[in-house]
Structure formats: C-alpha cells, structure tokens
C-alpha cells in the first residue's frame, strides 16, 4: 500500500459549524477526499451523533481519471476547490455514483459543469433519481454486478449490485490493481478524525456498532448477499466507505463483525416487510426509524421500493411477513399503485399492518388503505402515523416507538413460553438477588424519554460508577450510547406506588411520557422526578451486549 500523507487541508469560513477538506493518497494513483463535518449531531433518521462525520469521496487515475462519489451540498466551495487542485475537472472521464442520496451525490451537478464529458455510471434505478436531479442533459450508463471498465495502468473498476444499503439503488466498485472496494455507506460510521484509517479499533467500535443497527441492520438479508459478491471479487485490501475512518488495519476484524451481526439479524424467526416510495419525502427516514424499533424486540426487518420493485418480489415477502409496514406512496406513482394492491392480494388474517405517511405533498389517502386492509381481518398494530409538518427528532422517536411496539406485538407469545420453560426453582433463587426501584429519565433536545429499571448496581469509586441493565427493546435505548447524559431516580420506599405505576403505563407511540408528573430540569438537561427520593445526573462511560439487554457502565457527574 502507498504511503499515507495528507496533501491538504482546507477550512471552511463564515459557517456555524467547523468544516474542513483532507486528501490522502491511500493506494498508487488514488486519492480521499475527506470532507470533515466536526460539530453535526443528527443524521439520517435523527440519531444522535457522538463524534461529527464525514463524507469520503475518491479520486483514480489511470490513464483515464474515475471520480467515486461527490459529498455533501455543504461542502460545495471547499470539495471543487479541492477537487479543482488535485485535477483539471474537464479530464475526468467517469463519475461513478454509488448511490443518490444527496451527502453523496450533492455535488454531482456541480462537478459535472466543470467535467461536461464525464460519464455518470450508476445502477439503472440510480439513473432514473439522477435525472430529477441535474437539470441538463448528460452522458450516463447502466451498471450491474460483473460489469467492467478498464481504466489503464492496471487499474479494472468490477462493479458490485448492493441494493438496499441502505437505499435502493447502491452499488459497490472494486478496482483490481489496488484491491480497494468503495463501499458508501455499508462499513461506514458517523465518526469525524483526522486519521484516515482505522487505527484505533478502541475508539470507533462503538459508533461502528450504533452505525450498522441503525442503517445496516434493518437490511440484513441484503447485507449478507452484496457480501457474498464482495467474497468473489478476490482480496480486499481497503475499503473505502462513505463515512469515517477507511477500513484497513482492523479491516477483517470488522467485516466479521457485519457478517455475524447480519447471520443472527437474518435468522430471526419472525419478519416485518417495510414498503416504501424511495425517494419520495421521507418515506426511507421514516421507514429506518420503525425499522429500529422492531429491531429492538428481535424481530427481523426487509426494506422493499415499491416504485421499482418487480410484484413477485414484493408478493414474496408480504407472503412470508408476520408484519408489512407501508409508507404511503404518491398517488400519481403507477408503480407503487400496482405494488400496493399486490400486497392487498397476499394480506392474511394473521398478520399486522401499520401505516405512515411521507410528508411528500402527493400521499396516497391512509383512510382508504387502513380501511381495506381491516375489511380483511389484518390487524392493525399501531395507529396510522399522520405526518402534518417536516418530520422532527420526536416524529423518528414516535416511529421507533411504534415500531417496538409492532414488534413487541409479534413477540409476545413466543416470550411468554419462553418464560414457562424456566425452572421454577431457578427462577426463585434469581429473584433473591436485591434489587432497588429507579426511574432513568433523559432528554436530546425536544425529545424526552423515561424507564423503569431494577438492575442498577454499583461498580466503582472512582470515579462514583455503576451499572445498569437496558433491555434492547426499550425506546430509550437511545437515549444511552455512549456519551449521552441522564438522571437515575431513586424511588422512595413507602412512596413510589404512583410513579411505578405512572411509568408501567404502556402509552401510544409519540405520547408525552412526563405528562401529569411533576419535574425538575437537572444541569444535564434531563427531567429531575421532583417525588423521587434521590437523584444522579450520569454519563455512558460504556456498554456491552448481553443477549437482550445492554449493559451499561454509567458515572455520576451531581446529585
């Protein structure tokens, strides 16, 4: 491999946040372009950002010049500035688009004005998104698995169908001389550094993890098949992702991770079909949030484009689902019409449906379909999600609460046997295990959320520390990754009947948990139950996994 050196750096000016531009040649004739977002702290389906991100992009040159990828609108000035000292646009000869989403291909418009005979290579579903994007006619082609362009001095681009990760029109590129695989967003995270690679495992791990469940995960049936293509390509030396640091150091210690994460997520015996318009307000957000919450229950999730979606493939999976969550497709979309009456065609009885509209301007009625869908006995598993404005942090928050609850819906049977297997007698002697009663309160902007827990128990001095078990299938999981802040709130005995009660209370998606409660704010932000006997405000030191719990190693800031 090449020596690494950064070649430059640019910083952003006049703008709120702290943007700059990092270049690194990472193989013989191939450059990253590291756009560098330090201070974001929401993406995608508004989850939480710890540590920034970034948005990679790759410049090759052989004897013709292949542009991967663009970034992120934001970035304009600083990228083709960028762009523009590394190589006279107007040679590039390929802009390979790996998939539309615009903190990838924001700026393909703008390079193209400056390389007009460029050729946009991308999926056909790719292009098809492409031409509602740039205005002016240009030269583009379709590519699939198997496909080739021969680049010169040695450099064999072999393109990769990864559809589904996470939207519909991915594609991987593999250039043979270097053995790098550009990935975009599979094996990325949202994790802004300065060195490019992935040197600390340490460091990145968790943002890997959070990254794959909340993007990853919900496909990972798709996940496991573009990895089985990636096994045919020969040796991976790099991958070149989207976001954050490459892979290259730790780079099969992580891959296995994917592949183990998906093999369990996949075999799950219970699945969720999620139909949605791509591309068509925020039905993919949308979707990804309930997804996150089915997650959490252990319930399995496959992600279908009804706009482009052949009607077997989408009769397959609502045939076999236990549960089909739709996104309402806009009314003038042929396709997604014919898609949503094959659906009505295969719904049986036993299954549960939810609805959400996608704030698209054009959004099938909900009314009609819910009606239809009752009319044949499928049951509905939470009340329609009615979007009136631009989704917010609690409208993500509403639907990964629905979707836990769908989830915990399919669940319940197979829990409550479960349970009956357990030795009687066992079971006793757990229960002589002490326990106090806590509420954890927390808080992220305008969203709050509340438990009940009872495993809590201490685990250092100093600093002042403990523990706490979070079942995976809790909304406020959330809440908790490491670095997020919250209180813990000791429950007085004699005087904690109301609160229990209170915070047992199964509620409907998006309801407001501290309603009727009286509260504090505590200096981290989060509520202070003002009837509890004590409280902590804590920070996530760190977390491990325990089959269906997260297990929490929490510090005490006040109290």
């Known amino acids: 491999m090449a020596a690494m050196s950064t070649t430059g750096y640019a910083q952003a000016e006049n703008v709120q946040h702290r943007l700059t531009v990092q270049t690194v040649e990472i193989a013989p004739n191939t450059t990253a372009i590291r756009c560098l977002d330090w201070d974001r702290d929401r993406f995608d389906i508004e989850f939480g950002l710890q540590n920034g991100t970034t948005y990679n992009s790759y410049l090759i040159r052989g004897e013709q010049t292949v542009l991967v990828d663009t970034s992120h609108q934001k970035f304009s000035q600083l990228y083709l500035d960028t762009l523009k000292s590394l190589v006279n646009p107007k040679t590039i000869d390929y802009i390979i688009v790996s998939h539309t989403e615009p903190d990838h291909s924001g700026l393909v418009e703008d390079v193209l ?9 991308a999926s056909k579903i790719a292009l098809q998104f492409l031409e509602g994007l740039v205005h002016e006619p240009f030269s583009k082609r379709i590519v699939k698995s198997g496909d080739r362009i021969d680049i010169g001095k040695g450099h064999v681009i072999e393109f990769v169908s990864a559809p589904n990760l996470h939207w519909p029109d991915t594609i991987f590129s593999y250039d043979r001389k ?14 802004c550094d300065d060195r490019t690679f992935d040197e600390d495992l340490e460091a990145i791990e968790a943002d890997f993890r959070f990254y794959y469940d909340c993007l990853m995960g919900p496909n990972a049936r798709s996940l496991l098949n573009a990895m089985k293509r990636m096994s045919e390509l020969g040796k991976i030396n790099i991958i070149a992702n989207g976001h954050g640091p490459l892979l290259y150091h730790h780079l099969d210690v992580l891959t296995e991770c994917y592949q183990n994460w998906s093999q369990r997520q996949a075999k799950t015996e219970t699945t969720v079909g999620i139909f949605y318009a791509s591309d068509y307000g925020y039905s993919d957000r949308l979707g990804q949030a309930i997804a996150e919450g089915i997650q959490k229950t252990g319930v399995g999730t496959e992600f279908i484009d009804l706009s482009t979606a052949e009607i077997q493939e989408i009769q397959e999976l609502a045939g076999r689902a236990s549960g089909l969550i739709i996104g309402m497709p806009p009314t003038t979309s042929v396709a997604a019409q014919a898609g949503i009456s094959s659906l009505l065609a295969v719904a049986k009885d036993k299954q549960v449906v939810g609805l959400f509209e996608c704030f698209g301007g ?7 379909l819910r009606r239809k869908f009752i009319d044949l006995g499928v049951k509905e598993a939470f009340p329609a999600i009615r979007i009136k404005d631009v989704p917010a942090p609690s409208t993500y928050q509403m639907c990964t609460e629905a979707g836990i609850d769908l989830g915990q819906l399919l669940t319940r049977q197979r829990n409550i046997k479960q349970l009956k ?21 927390a808080k992220k902007g305008d969203v709050s959320s509340a438990m009940l827990a009872s495993w809590v128990a201490q685990a250092s001095l100093q600093p002042l520390g403990f523990t706490i078990a979070v079942a995976k299938d809790r909304a406020i999981d959330s809440f908790m990754q490491i670095g997020d802040r919250f209180v813990l709130n000791v429950l007085e005995e004699g005087n904690y009947q109301e609160l229990k009660k209170h915070f047992l209370k199964r509620l409907l998606p998006g309801a407001d948990r ?20 004590a409280y902590m405000e804590c920070e996530v030191q760190s977390s491990m996994e325990c089959s269906d719990h997260w297990l929490l190693y929490c510090t005490v800031q006040d109290g």
Do not use: W
């Not at 270097?178 to 994790?191: P, R, V």
């Not at 054009?362 to 009609?368: G, M, R, V, Y």
């Open 178 to 191: 270097t053995q790098t695989l550009y990935t975009c967003d599979a094996f990325g995270m949202h994790f």
């Open 514 to 533: 501290f309603a009727g409660v009286r509260t504090q704010t505590a200096k981290n932000g989060s509520p202070i139950l003002t009837d509890a006997l």
């Open 421 to 441: 297997t357990l030795d009687v007698n066992m079971e006793k002697a757990l229960g002589r295990i002490s326990n106090g009663l806590y509420i954890v309160t």
């Open 113 to 121: 004005q400056l390389a007009p005979r460029a050729t946009v290579l």
């Open 362 to 368: 054009d959004d099938e009625p909900i009314d009609t």
